[in-house]
């Protein structure tokens, strides 16, 4: 079992024991499954939305060497940089030489997944430069020293008091437990970052090949300052993220607010190109581009699997996942949690490692049924389970169980003695009061479930009962 | 800038080029079934649409009255310079409220962080979301951003139905040849992030105040 696997199912247990953190998860999750179910009743056919998603992201990742030297092209010709990293190291050291070049001693960051991926912030910090999280959520988990908890609602796992404490502590002139007031005084402190930062950092969720421009989605305006006063502005984004067309985003933008927050559309949709015009009056010198591959172009060349890359990082899978709104954020270990995060990890960190995650499914669906792109998830989920098997990367308690109970059924005889047993077996540890004790096989279930009755009799037994001997 | 060197480039676009010799299924649809339903009356439905996202949008009969609007927003705000877009109505609208507040137009700078308010143009008006459409022309990037109330002054031709018509004018206008930025503003700056409670004013403008005259002049 690898680490982190101990890790999660430590953690799990811990955090699905924890009836408070999971009263908070609840309350969130019920007010935005509220908000998007009223958002999608906002489309005349939320399913045709779905599947326009689909053929967008599916147009753009079956020609992506395409659409990104496209848009490339198109930032080169406005005076925009564009690197492309291999790995999180490449794209580290671009932007830590970027900053050092330019003498930056403060960073402002929007939310930027890929930048939670690569490990940035801890390098840059490393040099001396500052970065400072702007988006409020964002803002509040690095006061806090931890990761997101979720990549839409990074704070989803703190409560107002917990915040006000926070805030008290570490901004000194703070004492209310008043959400309106904690916001004006995170707006108050972030400000005075805003104007004296040199560089801006942020992600893209999608970059426009046709127009040679990001496209950035916020509510709060932090993105907007981010991108706009500094004297370098510096984009992060996975190489999955271009899209062919901005005629594409009158269906991808409600589509991806409806599935993110079940707004009909973000506050801020933002397109830049670019640095500051030729006959602009404000806006960044500078504007670098670094695109990361980081395992998915791996991802892409896996046929059956390539449609993991369509992800548009809204957010709804982890939403609906009962795994996750039992686990919580930070048990998966991960910079994506939930369902996405379980499919998409393992590749890009390592079937070994992460394999476990892919067994942190019920594969009940609901992530599949609320993919605003139709990514069928939980299949996802199963292929990697296969590919987990495949790889040798399973323990062997579990392979030889499933190799003794493949040649138990392969012969109706050795079936049968199986089952007899098994009942024998339950009859005795229950009459014993011995089951989910240590003596118990099955007790990483009965442990914490009361297990039914043993049955008198088999199902066969039954069947060949009810319908003459059979 | 010094060029980088950048070995990893052709690298990516090789690995890329090779994945994408074996073709991926795509999931069947139904076709040609519309995705929102069509939007009858544009300034009904903006006016709702703002209502709802909490945009306090004023319809005046001409740019007059909407310079005397825009005098009775800027009346209710605290005292402190104003950042102005710079064009031809609003030096011309100015002069309702130029005796009350020091202005900083627009061909001066950047807005500075002190402004009070920001007043400026939109390219375009959505009705299907109540949305309003900036570009860098607009006075720039930070002139609908840094102040705690944005004001704009528009006209009903500006409206679109919906957002496809919205990307057809910036296609057709060339916007993103012409700006390097541009912004689809729906509402004031907002965040959930606490308990998922909505608090208006996180890092942006508090208000959003549309001032739309049906006449161009």
Redesign the interface.
Known sequence: MSTASREFLRNAAEKSADLVHRG?IR??ID??NAAAGRGRE????W???R??C??IK?EA?????RY??EFERRVKE?GG?V????NSE?ARR?VA?LATSRGVKKIVKSKSMVSEEIHLAPALEKLGIKVVE????EY?VQLRNETPYHIV????H???SD?AALFKEKLGDVDTDD??E???A??RA??RD??SAEMGISGANFLVAD???IALTT????G??S???PRIHLVLAG?EKVIPR??D???I??VLATSG?GQ??????????????PN????PE??HVV?L?NGR??L??D?SE??VLHCVRCGACINACPVFRTVGGHTYGTTYMGPIGSVLTPHLRGIKEFNHLSYASSLCGACTDVCPV?IELHHHLLHNRRDAVNASARPWMERLTFLMWGWAVKNPRRYALAGRMARTGMRVLQALKLDGTVLDPARAWTKNHAAPPAPQKSFRELWGKQNGAG | MEPVENLGRERILERIRAALREPAPRHAGVPGKAIFAPVEDPLDRFQKECTANVTECTVTPDLRASGRAIAGALAELPPGGIFVQDTPELRRLSVDWQYDRNIQWSSEGAPQESAQATITTAEALVALTGSVLVSAACGGRGASVVAPVHIVLATSEQLVPDLEAAFTYIRQRELPLKNSYLCLITGSSRTADIEKILVMGAHGPRRLIVVLSMKPS
Request: with cysteine.
């Open positions: 908070i309350k969130g007010q935005y906002r489309f005349s056919d399913e045709a939305a599947q326009r689909h053929e599916w990742v079956n020609n992506l060497d990104l030297l406005r940089h690197f492309w990293a291999e490449e671009y030489d702007t988006d409020l959520g509040i609602t990074p704070a989803m703190l409560t107002r915040i959400p309106p904690l916001v004006a995170a707006r972030l400000r805003f104007f127009a040679g421009m509510n709060e305006g932090n907007r300052l991108t706009s006063l190489i901005l005629q985003l009158a269906t933008w409600p927050t009909p559309i973000t506050c801020y949709n933002t397109l830049i190109g670019g640095p500051r015009g602009e009056i404000d806006g500078e504007f695109l591959d172009s791996e892409l060349a046929v390539r449609e139709k």
